[in-house]
Structure formats: C-alpha cells, structure tokens
C-alpha cells in the first residue's frame, strides 16, 4: 500500500515548488474540469433519479469511464452538448437545449389509475455490504398509481440540470411502468488500473454518492467547488490519493474515512522524536526524547522555513474525520511533523523567554497522537479518594465495570472520562443507565427518504423513518454527583452518551465541544478498491437542530495552556475534579 502520510505535510511546498503551468495548459485542464464537472452532475441525476434503468441492468462504473472518455476533451460548449447527448443517448426522454435559459418541457402525461414507476432510496443501499446500511437503508424503484404516490411526488417531475454555460439537460424521473428495460451493459473498464479515466471516474461516483446522500452536504456551489479543486490535484499531478483525501476531507465529517484494500491510507508513517499540539494559537511541544535540547511549552515557529500556522492550514485540508475547527487544527498540528520514515524536518523554535533556536530532526518513530497529559492510569475504575471514583469510559470493559458496580453505587461522587470513542460502548452506555430510574432517549435519528436531487429543490422526507433509540435503567441507581470530562476526541456513540448526560441533566460536562457527527455510516465502493466511510443518518436535537459540526457544548469550558504542559497538568481532569468535590 502507498503510504499517504508522508504527502499531506509536503503537499503545499510541492505545489509551490512545480514550475508554473502555462497559460495554455491552465486553459486546457480547466476546460476538462469543468467538462466532468458537468458530466458528473447530470450521471448522478440520472443514476439515482432516472426510473428507466434498474439498478445493476447498467454497470453505472463503466458507465462513468465510457462517458468520460466521451466529454473530457471536449474543446468548445457545442462539442460537450454533442458529447453528452451521445453519452447519454441510451435514454431515450432526454432533451438537451443550449439556451441560457432552461426550455420548459412538457411533462409525461398518464391517467390517475395507470401504474407509474420512481426512484425511492432510504438512505442509500449500493455496493456496500456493511450490515447496518444493509438493515436500514433501501433503493427501489417503485411501482404505484398515479393517484397513489407520495405527496412529494405528482407524475409530472421534469428534472432540468444546468450544463454551465453550455445550456441544459432534461429528464422525467417518474415513467409509465412497462415491460422489461432493454438497456444492455456499457463497455468494460480499460486495462490499467492507474488510467486517468478510471481515477477521475472514482471521483466522481464518489463525489455523486455524497451530493445526493450525506444528510448535511454543503450548498451545491461549494460542493461543486470541492469536485473541481479535487480534479485540480489530480490533473496537477498531486496524486489520486491527494485528490480523494481533499475531497472527502471538506465534508467536515468525524466518520469520513477512506480504506484502500480495507486499510486506513490515513496514517502517521514516521514523526521526529517530539511531539506538539496548537494550544494558544501556537504549535507548542508536548512530549519528546531526553536526548534533545528541548523543553515542554516550547513553540514551533517554522517547519522547513514556513510559518507553522501557516503550514498546518495547509495540511488541514487533507485530514479526514474531523468535524470541528477545534478537532482539523489540533489533529493538523500533529500530522504537520509526520514524512517519510528517515526523512529530516527543520524546526525553528522559540522559548517561553523569547530566545530562539533550530533543530534538524530525523523522523524516526511512530508514537500515538499525544493528546495532552492525563492524570497517570491505575485502571479503566480506581479510588481517587475516600469513596470517590473515577472511571475511563474510553478504555473501561465489562469485565472491569461489573465488579465495581456495588461500591459504586454507594460512591460519594463519580468522575467520568469520555475525550475519546469509548473501547466498548455498550459498556460505556451501560454506566450511564445506573445514572437514572428513567428511561433515556436518544437524539433523533432520522433516516432521510430522497425521491429526487436535493440541489434542484426536492427536499427529502425526514417525516417517517426514525431509528431514534431508547434506554431503560439499570439497578442499582448511581444517586451520587458525576462530572463528565470530554473533548474533540469524543465522537459519533459518544456523542451519543454525553448527548443523554446534556438532555437529562445527569451531570456536569467538563472540557470541550466533541466532534459534532454521530448516527450510522455508509460505505461507497470505488472501482479501483477504495472504499470511502460517510455518516448517512441525519441524527438532531429533539428541536430539530443539528449539532454536526459543532458538537455538545460542555457545561464548563476547560482547555489546555501552555503553562498547563510545562507543568505536566491535565488541567481538564484537575478543573473536574474541583467541580465535582464544590458538589458534594
């Protein structure tokens, strides 16, 4: 497996170290651009919308190869319409119009009894075969009267999609139901599994899969920008790895994750013997080897002669799963330091007193993310003191919980640790249901009903189907005060947890906002063995806000300081604790 991780911090030096392209070659890649841009969004309306092809009657893979090959090169607006419409020929209620305005388009007409056909999806259920999608989320085309069809629908849908300046592309998505379709299968996909096609192809599959089915995607502008500058790095040379990792990276998504071959390509390879995270808007060490003339608090200044502010905005782009600013600047400042095992990194550093100096480093080590000092483990449950305790629900088994249950139950006050996803979370649940003699609810988890494009105005149903969970309590009843510590770490079934603590007012939640995405995950299968992990459950407060992106606000706010790593203080555990002895 090619290692991505030696690219990321790099990434923004190699661009600016590649000689200029000429104007001519920016003319020419920004005309194939946008030539797929436009290609993308009419092959997803289609996939997904148009009722005339089953699902698997067209190999929709091969589809998207033959059709780029067909509109890529297209030098001039007539010629891209020319190529779409022979792309596109298989479907037959097509109509293509290069006016700047879109044409109206008389809609199909049937009679109210006759049956009709149109896409439903629940989610989305394509080539993944990860069981909870396969549970919960469905695509069918459906079979109705036209008097019965859901109110979202009426049996005239015209679907009219902008083709850019080159004019407009339109579609029914509801069809008389007939006999069976004769469309045949495309032709296959080209020999190397490295062509251009097959890559830009990945894209876009990928790309249309998000458009239609995360339930919190950007407005279409921003989205279609997200598409061109992931070409962009594939057409400079960056990479398709480069390019998917940027993709994927702006959904701002904590579950967004990319396997190839079923392995994370996201990893550090190799960092120098420190480590440093941004705290007070300043890269500062955190931990390193004692053979080095270095403190803790130190700042990183410059990484290879770039302001490391600077340089870790760069790197940001391309982290995958992290929601929060908060959670992509603190996760950059550490991907920042990594390369390629044996490589050197330039460090100018300066002190607490404002001296400065320089350290050429050698990347030999791999150590886990360094979040900052924790109080030193006894265990997953221990005695802080007299009948006071504390347990870490990222790293708590049951084997650990049940024995501790009755001395708990009698404890004078509880101090829970959730700054990370939760080693086994119906452990960790199983904690917080001693916590009440009431039944829990969890935030609402809706699973959207799409029967057409969202960016053309069909709003999804999110009326019906809701996979919102419920708790009852567990004997014996915690009665005592509990403080709960969190953070950026603290993602999807801990959110969840602290989100049941936030609603039913359990206890006091300390530390950090989380990272802002919970609810089930969906896989898209690229047809070069990459597979790319999304959240498809729109999971809100029970008011109807969301909460992706932004994450459960702490009750105290209690952040790490500079002075706070000097000291070696885990100044979160230290402020819970304070507030959990004020409560006794």
């Known amino acids: 497996m090619k290692n991505l991780s030696f690219i990321l911090p790099l990434l923004l030096l190699l661009l600016l170290a590649r000689p200029s392209l000429t104007l001519a070659s920016n003319q020419a890649k920004d005309r194939r651009v946008e030539n797929i841009v436009v290609f993308s969004k009419l092959y997803g309306c289609i996939k997904y919308f148009y009722p005339g092809i089953k699902q698997g009657e067209l190999y929709w893979q091969q589809f998207a190869m033959a ?46 009894k006759q049956k009709v056909i149109f896409w439903k999806h629940a989610g989305y259920k394509g080539l993944s075969a990860n069981p909870d999608a396969a549970k919960m989320f469905s695509s069918n085309i459906v079979k ?23 004019g407009w592309a339109s579609f029914p998505i509801v069809l008389a139901a007939k006999g069976p379709n004769p469309i045949s299968q495309n032709s296959p996909f080209p020999d190397k599994a490295d062509s251009i096609t097959r890559q830009v192809a990945s894209l876009i599959i990928c ?72 705290i007070e808007n300043q890269l500062v060490v955190t931990a390193f080897d004692s053979s080095l003339d270095i403190r803790l608090g130190d700042a990183i200044i410059k990484i290879d002669g770039v302001d490391a502010g600077a340089y870790i905005d760069s790197v940001g782009q391309y982290i995958l799963a992290v929601a929060t600013p908060t ?52 265990g997953s449950v221990y005695e802080l003191e007299s009948n006071m305790f504390y347990i870490n629900l990222c790293a708590l088994t049951k084997a650990d919980f049940e024995p501790m249950i009755s001395k708990l139950a009698a404890a004078k006050g509880i101090l829970l640790d959730l700054r990370c996803y939760p080693k086994e979370p119906y452990t960790a649940l199983a904690v917080l249901r001693h916590f009440t003699g009431k039944e829990l609810i969890s935030t609402k988890r809706i699973l959207p ?92 407060w029970n008011d109807g806000s969301v909460f992706y992106g932004i994450g459960i606000t702490p009750d105290v706010f209690s952040r790490t300081k500079i002075q706070n790593v000097i000291k070696q203080e885990d100044i979160v555990f230290l402020e819970a604790l304070e507030i959990l002895k004020m409560k006794l």
Not at 154 to 163: A, H, M, Q
Not at 247 to 272: C, F, K, W
Not at 343 to 351: H, N, P, V
């Open 327 to 378: 959670a992509r600047k603190r996760f950059a400042s550490y991907y920042c330091l990594s390369g390629r095992e044996g490589s050197f990194i330039k460090l100018d550093i300066r002190k607490p007193n404002g001296n400065e100096y320089s350290l050429t480093l050698k990347r030999t080590s791999s150590p886990p993310i360094n979040f900052p000092v924790r109080k030193p483990s006894k």
């Open 144 to 166: 109705k009267p036209l008097s019965k069809l859901p109110h979202y629908l009426t049996g005239k849908e015209i679907v009219t999609v902008p083709l850019g300046t080159s």
């Open 449 to 540: 009903i799409y029967y057409g494009p969202r960016f053309l105005g069909y709003v999804p149903d999110t009326s019906t189907v809701n996979f919102t969970w419920s708790f009852s309590p567990k004997s014996p009843t915690f009665s005592c005060p509990m403080v709960c510590m969190t953070g950026s770490g603290a993602q999807s079934y801990a959110e969840t947890i602290i989100g049941l603590i936030k609603k039913y007012n359990l206890g006091t939640i300390v530390g950090d906002n989380t990272a802002g995405t919970d609810g089930v995950v969906n896989f898209i299968e690229l047809p070069n063995s990459y597979t790319v992990r999304y959240t498809a459950l729109d999971v809100r």
């Open 67 to 112: 059709g780029i090959s067909k509109v890529i090169n297209a030098q001039t607006d007539e010629e891209l319409v020319d190529s779409l419409r022979k792309a596109f020929q298989m479907i037959p209620e097509m109509q293509f119009t290069r006016d700047r305005k879109p044409v109206a388009v008389s809609p199909l007409v049937y009679s109210n």
């Open 207 to 278: 790309w249309n899969e998000l458009l239609h089915f995360h339930p919190y995607i950007s407005p279409l502008d921003l989205w279609t920008e997200n598409l061109r500058g992931s070409l962009s790095v594939l057409f400079d040379g960056d990479g398709y790895q480069n390019a998917l990792i940027r993709m994927v990276s702006q959904l701002g998504d904590a579950h967004g994750a990319i396997y190839e071959r079923n392995t994370p390509i996201q990893s550090i390879a190799a960092i120098p013997p420190l480590t440093a995270l941004w």
